[in-house]
Each structure stands twice: as C-alpha cells, then as structure tokens.
C-alpha cells in the first residue's frame, strides 16, 4: 500500500517550519517571556472597534455572508481606499477573505502554476515562502542593502532579476517586513512600469501601509496602477488597528474578474466571519483613523527606545526602519541565529526572531518587534544587551 506520503502533494511533504514558529514554540504561553517574536503589540485591540463586533454579535450577525465581503465593508473600504490614494477603485475588485494570509494564499492561487517563477525581495517576511513552496514556484531573491544607515532596494537589480518568458511575479512588502523599508513612489511606478511590460504579476504586500514615520500612508501600487494592470494589491487589518487575532484582510484585483473573485470566495472559506466584519467597518471609518495614529505614535516611541539601548552597542549595527514595526540588528560575531535566539529565551526569557528565516544573508541578524508596551520593550531590550555581552 502507497505510504500518505507518497500520495501527498511533495511541496507539502517538504513543507519546513519557520525559523520564528521553531522559536515561539519554545515558549509561547510562558508568562514570564517578553515576546518580541512575532508581528504584534500587547495591547488589545482598542475599544470601539472590539464594540462594534460585540454589538454584532449581540444583534445576532451570526449567519453566512457574501462570500467576497459583506457589501456595506466592501463599500467602506473602497471609500477608504480612494480617500487614501485618491484613486477610484471598483468595488468588483475587492475580497475581503479571512485574512491577509489568506489573501496571500488566495492571491497565488489566482497567479502561479507549479514550475513558475517569481522574484521575492529580500530579506522578506518567511510566510511567502512556506505560499510560494506551497505551489511549486521557483524563487530568485533581489537583497536590500544598506544606505546611509537605513535599507533601499536597487530597482535595476530587480530589473536583472526578472527573466524574460520566465518570471510570473514578483513579490514585494512596503513598508517591509523585516527591515522598515518603504518603496519611494518613483520605484513604486518603475516598478509597476517594468511588470506591465514583461508580464509580471506584482504581489503589493501593503499590510503595513499606515505604519509610516513619516507622512499618513506608504505609497502604494494601486496609486500608479491601471484597473487592468498586472498587480494584485494584498492588505489587512491586523497591524494599522492592532486587530492581529481577527484574522481580518483583504486584496484588490485586477478588474474584471469579479465573478471568478465570488466563486473562489465562496469554495476557499466562504468569507470572513461575519460579525468581525463590522469591527473592520468601524476601523475604516472615522472611529478607525485617531486609533491608526495613536498606535503608529507608540510605535515610533519604540523603536526610540530600541535606538536608546541598541543604537550605541559597539557589536550592534542597528538600520533605521521607515516604517512596520520592526528592528532587523546585525551582531556581531554571530554566526547561528536559531541559536542564538533559543539561547537568549532559555536564558533571558525574551523572544526573537532569528534572521536566517528572513533570507540567505541574514545569518548575523536578530528581528525583534517593537509594537510591545514600552516598559516591558525596554527590559526585553536591557536583557538583550545583556545576553549579548555575555556571549559576543
Ligand atoms: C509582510 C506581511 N504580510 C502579511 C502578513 C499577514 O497578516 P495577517 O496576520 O493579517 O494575516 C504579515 C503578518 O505578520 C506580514 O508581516
């Protein structure tokens, strides 16, 4: 008899861990860990958007919706989002599946055949990986580097990158994930420029589109883009309104395709859960705005904390993220990340991320999130600088 493995897909069968769940593992749920680990603060999500669900749920919005998005928040983001970019952007575009990963995941399985090709920019959130794996697509990566103390990405490099015939999609994250770079809105229309050209299907991953230092809002794909352009747009709710466990996201497709965007809404998950819905209502709306700039406010402080204890360390080199809400420090000495980042929970109680998950090159960095409250940040951060002169 065939072995269930043997009777898998193989892309499943090889399917690897990230490095960050190989950590977590380790100690999620110990109440004694300052978990900097994974994309989110400590601080619930804030009140008028957890009553509106409530109030839902109370009003007994229990039931199927439409599967692509209940029609009152597919109108509340369109508004949202031509009030963002100011751009008009048809409501026949719009998903809103259960969340951002599922729009990752939704949005490949739109695009990519088993045997195509993409280009990921790097260092790169690990999720897109486990996606792209997942369907059988080949992955060349174009680094960031460094520049003057902050990361840029050298479009003529993604240029190179891009196979004629070849490459399907290229992935991007802006503002990134790990490193805070955000694509400057000349790269954004290169970009989406040379992907209408060679045919290539762009994976906007803009999740961290309010999380900025500077300005309201990242430039975004759907600014320079044409209804029918090659991209595909890939947002949520978790990170601009702290709503990180609803599990709440959404993508703009290229026009044209909304019956074939219903028919997969309904046979993936049949929509997002409906009374959370009216939590992402409420956050695009006006309740939404002063909590986006209150959070990105915090964030900001946060990341001046990790300056503060990081930013003079002799073995440190800490980049200064323009946006998301992470650091990506590169240490010196170090040689083994997972390492490194089992030891520091093991012996200082404090989650990371090891950099090898985020892409070859990566080895000597650590990510570590700075959305937690700023008191906790800072111990998490003075044990840190205590491991690290322990050990380096
Ligand atoms: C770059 C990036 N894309 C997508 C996601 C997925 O977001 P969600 O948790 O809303 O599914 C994350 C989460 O951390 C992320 O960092």
């Known amino acids: 008899m065939p072995s269930a493995e043997t009777l898998l897909r193989a892309e499943f069968v090889d399917l690897e861990p990230s490095g960050i769940g190989k950590v977590v593992i380790q100690g999620f ?21 957890r009553r509106a669900a409530i109030e839902a749920l109370d009003r007994g919005e229990t039931f199927y919706n439409i599967p692509r998005g209940r029609r009152e928040l597919l109108a509340a983001l369109k508004t949202y989002l031509e009030r963002l970019y100011g751009v008009e952007i048809d409501q026949g575009r719009l998903v809103v599946p259960g969340s ?11 695009v990519l055949n088993r045997g195509d090709h993409a280009v990921v920019v790097t260092p790169h959130w690990p999720n897109i990986l486990s996606v792209f794996e997942m369907m059988g697509v080949q992955v060349s990566f174009v680094r960031q580097e460094a520049h003057e103390g902050h990361w840029a990405l050298d479009i003529n490099k993604v240029a190179e990158a891009i196979e004629p015939g070849r490459t399907k999609a290229l992935y991007i994250n802006s503002p990134c994930n790990p490193t805070g770079f955000i694509l400057p809105p000349a790269d954004v229309r290169r970009l989406m420029d040379l992907c209408r050209e060679r045919g290539v299907v762009v994976f906007a991953d803009e999740v961290y589109h309010r999380t900025v230092f500077t300005g309201d809002v990242a430039p975004s794909f759907l600014e320079v883009a044409a209804p029918d352009d090659p991209v595909i747009s890939i947002n949520g709710f978790s990170k601009a309104w702290a709503m990180t466990g609803w599990r709440l996201g959404w993508l703009v497709a290229p026009a044209g395709f909304e019956g074939q965007l219903s028919t997969w809404s309904m046979a993936l998950n049949t929509g997002a859960p409906s009374f959370t819905q009216f939590g992402g209502i409420a956050a695009l709306g006006e309740t939404g705005e002063p909590i986006v700039r209150e959070l990105r406010e915090g964030y900001r402080e946060g990341f001046e904390i990790v300056r503060r204890r990081l930013g003079q360390h002799p073995k440190i080199e800490l980049r200064v993220p323009d946006g998301a809400f992470y650091a990506f420090p590169k240490i010196k000495g170090l040689t083994d990340s997972l390492r490194f980042c089992e030891r520091l929970l093991a012996e200082e109680k404090v989650g990371t991320a090891p950099g090898y998950t985020f892409g070859p090159g990566n080895e000597a960095h650590i990510r570590l999130c700075f959305a937690m409250s700023h008191e906790k940040l800072d111990e998490a951060l003075r044990r840190l600088v205590r491991f690290v002169d322990r050990h380096l």
């Open 100 to 110: 951002t990963m599922l729009a990752v995941a939704f949005a490949a399985q739109m």
């Open 29 to 49: 749920g110990d109440p004694e860990v300052l978990p900097l680990w994974v994309g989110e603060g400590d601080t619930p999500t804030p009140e008028p958007l």
